[in-house]
Every structure is written in C-alpha cells, then in structure tokens.
C-alpha cells in the first residue's frame, strides 16, 4: 500500500509492514504547479491565515488522488495537522495518527512506534532490520554532508535536496542508494569551492524555490542544513526507539538548540538563515533561538511557493553583505 507522510516519522516500520511511504511535503513542492495545491485547499474553505505547508500537503493528496492513506504526526509537527487530518478523513483519506512524546519519553515513544508498527502489520524484528538496511544508506549520507562543509564539493541545494528526500527515499530505497552512489562518485572527482561565505540555514525547508541559487550567485555557501539533516538520523545507535528520540526537529527548541550551536562552531559557520513558514507557532522560537545562538541571524517568513520577492532578496544581500565586514 502507497501510504503519505506529513513530515519525517519512522519510515522503518512502514517498509517492515510491506507498504510504500511517499512524503507529501516533497510531492507538494516538487510539483509542477505547487501553487494550485494551496488553492485547492483554499477552494475547499481554508482560511488564508493558514500555513501553505499545511494547505499544499492537503491539496496534494487530494489532487494527485493516489493516496488513500495518511500517517499524520499528531504530536511534534505542525500544530495545525491534526484539523487538517479531520478535513482529509471527511474527504475519505484513511488516517493513521503517530505523537513523538513531548520529553522524550522513551517509554511512551516506543509504545507509540509498537502500536504504529501492529497497525501496518510489521513485526518487530522486521523493523529492526529495515532499521538495519537503512542506517546503511543513511551512513552515505552523512558522507554527503561531510563533502559538502568539509571539503566545499556538494553545493547547499544539493544537500539539501538528498538530506530531505530521507524522510522517505522515494519509496525506494535500492534505487535511491544506486542513485546515491552514482552522485557521491561524481562529487569526490568535482574540484572543490572554497572561499566562500560559510552559512547555516535553519528552520523547517523553505517554501521558496529559488533560496539556494540566490545564496550561491552571492558567494555563499550553505554548509549546514539543519533539519533536513535530522531527517536522515545522523546518530550512532543500534536502537531505533533511541535515534527518534535523539531526532531534534519533534521535541523542544533547546534540543535543536544545542544541535545548532554544536554544528555551528565545527563547521566554522559565519551567519545563519532562520526560515520560519507564516502563521507557523515556530516564529515564536525564533525569541529563543537569537538569544541562545551567539552568530548573525537573519529571520526569514515564507508564505506560499515561488521565487523569493524583490524585498525578502534585498534583505538577504544586505545580510551578507554585512557578514562581509
């Protein structure tokens, strides 16, 4: 069964359970026309003050009409995806809730993945070895990550394209890792780019759709993706109850914190860019975030999907700027 996800949630026990997981945010952005996802939402009586994320994954699924069934992250994402998931219920869309306990309670959080994993019908040591095969591919990752602030081969976009597509691989994951392999070979021949501005980007993917061309037309190199780096589960662990509990991007904004100024001193990073979706309670963090976060921010608001707008453009370019001084 093709099963949609809202955000990263364990992808181990959807492929142990026999199923195909597809991440809808990927799906939204990568279409052709993103836009008219959120204007189908908007047709079917969504409120504009509603997140675009939330809007697009909802006309997604209904517009691309191949998903039935919907794992929906009830606790640790989005605030506004458990009203999304009754409107998509009304419209027939089998849904399957999932919470990352609020503490890491690993109790609770194994329970949550034991009851996820009876009801697609995978068995637990199916789990762990799926656990098992991906950790496999998700070690080539991290080496994708090291080539792109180490050694300057891998551009932001690039990273940021591998790293977010792990919340899923495609929904398969032998052709992504054949895939992998061929991009990481091409990538150890490039010549590398050095230098160039060192900046972290932060906060959900963005919505915008041309944020790392502009970035690299001005010099800048993006060298930490924040959670899309979470998203391919960079921890040693042979404990799959322990790697969604390390997983930063459900739980509180300390966590992420120290995640964040931990990658910002080993990978030297000069500025960072904090990207925040409208009408998203993550702004709100953005508070705790400047004063815990000792490098330049430059908060960005992102609404629906296109290119960056005239002021939003000249505002990065005087950011950079600045960290030119």
Same mark, same amino acid.
């Given at each position: 069964m093709r099963i949609g996800i809202t955000t990263t949630i364990p992808v181990e026990i959807? =492929?142990?359970?026999?199923?195909?997981? %597809?991440?809808?945010?990927?799906?939204?952005?990568?279409? @052709?026309?993103?836009? $008219?996802?959120?204007?189908?939402?908007?047709?079917?009586?969504?409120?504009?003050?509603?997140?675009?994320?939330?809007?697009?994954? =909802?006309?997604?699924?209904?517009?691309?009409?191949?998903?039935?069934?919907?794992?929906? $992250?009830?606790?640790?994402?989005?605030?506004?995806t458990q009203a999304m998931m009754e409107t998509l219920e009304m419209q027939g869309i089998q849904v399957i809730p999932f919470a990352f306990p609020y503490g890491r309670d690993r109790d609770m959080l194994r329970m949550q993945l034991e009851k996820l994993a009876e009801r697609l019908g995978a068995d637990w040591q199916s789990v762990i070895e799926w656990k098992k095969?991906? #950790?496999?591919?998700?070690?080539?990752?991290?080496?994708? @990550?090291?080539?792109?602030?180490?050694?300057?081969?891998?551009?932001?976009?690039?990273?940021?394209?591998?790293?977010?597509?792990?919340?899923?691989?495609?929904?398969?994951? @032998?052709?992504? %890792?054949?895939?992998? #392999?061929?991009?990481?070979?091409? $990538?150890? $021949?490039?010549?590398?780019?050095?230098?160039?501005?060192?900046?972290? =980007?932060?906060?959900?993917?963005?919505?915008?759709?041309?944020? =790392?061309?502009?970035?690299? %037309?001005?010099?800048?190199?993006?060298v930490f993706n924040e959670v899309q780096r979470q998203f391919s589960m960079p921890f040693d662990t042979d404990d799959i109850v322990e790697q969604y509990a390390l997983y930063t991007y459900p739980y509180d904004i300390f966590g992420r914190i120290e995640d964040i100024n931990r990658e910002v001193e080993r990978r030297n990073i000069q500025g960072i860019i904090h990207y925040t979706q409208s009408f998203c309670f993550r702004q709100i963090q953005d508070l705790i975030i400047r004063k815990n976060v000792n490098v330049p921010i430059l908060t960005l608001e992102g609404e629906s999907p296109g290119p960056i707008d005239a002021r939003t453009r000249v505002r990065i370019e005087s950011f950079l700027e600045m960290l030119e001084v």
């Open positions: 959807v =492929y142990a359970g026999g199923h195909m997981p %597809e991440d809808i945010n990927n799906v939204f952005i990568a279409s @052709d026309d993103p836009q $008219a996802m959120v204007l189908r939402a908007e047709h079917d009586g969504y409120p504009r003050n509603v997140c675009g994320w939330i809007k697009g994954i =909802y006309g997604t699924i209904l517009e691309t009409n191949s998903i039935k069934t919907v794992i929906a $992250a009830v606790e640790g994402d989005c605030s506004q095969r991906l #950790d496999g591919i998700r070690l080539k990752l991290r080496e994708l @990550d090291d080539l792109t602030w180490q050694d300057g081969k891998i551009s932001g976009r690039e990273n940021h394209i591998w790293l977010i597509s792990s919340s899923d691989f495609w929904g398969k994951p @032998d052709w992504f %890792e054949t895939s992998l #392999d061929n991009f990481l070979s091409d $990538a150890r $021949a490039r010549q590398p780019k050095k230098g160039r501005m060192r900046i972290g =980007y932060i906060g959900i993917p963005p919505i915008f759709t041309d944020l =790392y061309e502009l970035l690299e %037309e001005r010099g800048a190199a993006v």
